[in-house]
């Protein structure tokens, strides 16, 4: 274990033998660092924080602070739980859970550009980038393999379906569904997420699939249940399995074609 004589590690807190902690950082009584993580200089780790292996967390970063709610009540938080291989930048800031008892959870593989933030009772899934300063409000989902680029906004209890791209200085108030590109003052849907569908390696087949479930869905005229209805009998896959889904189980509606 490489901990710098600067840095504060609190009785009751567990750091691996293979972990390393830099100058002036901070890890409190309660949290947990795991296999080969490497936390660099003032880095402080509140105590509700359960970190899997093979993390960085670069200088200044929070993890597990209060939510940023009001009405937040400390002896009520409820952990931030991150999975492995993570890396976090310079002034990253995740808050802990508040209104759920599992709180804040972050998966594995996920990169986080300096003074991104998520607050409180997020769930992030794996493989996901988020650009400088993009921010997701409480109760905030993101599935898997999305870009938030600069300046992103979500608002709280919106959904990001996986494979999806949201364009920089984009504000998010509604779900955005898998596989889309979303622009503008308030998202709107521009198109599919064709590059990272291709670099993700979806076949021109898939691709074609769901760009004619898109347009049947939100620019035939149909009524939306009766075009998921006709897009899952006329498209039949996995792709379409899943547009109709998270369609379906939206709570805040999905963001308009543009």
Known sequence: M????TAIIEDGAQVHETAS?????????GAVIGEGCRIES???IFAPTRMGAFNRVCHGATLGSDAQDLGFDPARASPLTIGDHNHFKEGVNISCGTKTAEGTRIGSHNYWMAYSHAGHDCV????????NTATLAGHVEVDHHCFLSGQVAVHQFCRIG???MVAGVTGVPQDVPPFVTV???RARIVGLNVVG??????????RSRIKAVYRL??????????????AETEYPGPETAEIVQFIQSSRRGICSFA
Do not use: C, W
Request: proline fraction near 4%; charged fraction near 20%.
């Open 197 to 206: 569908l291709r670099r993700a390696g979806f076949t021109q087949e898939q």
């Open 162 to 164: 996986s494979y999806a």
């Open 217 to 230: 869905a939100l620019r035939s005229g149909l009524r939306l249940a009766e075009a998921l209805v006709k």
């Open 42 to 44: 003032s880095v402080r």
């Open 2 to 5: 490489s901990i710098h004589p």
């Open 183 to 185: 622009d503008g003052h």
């Open 21 to 29: 902690v830099g100058p002036y950082s901070i890890i409190e009584a």
């Open 124 to 131: 992030v899934g794996d493989d996901n980038i988020f650009a």
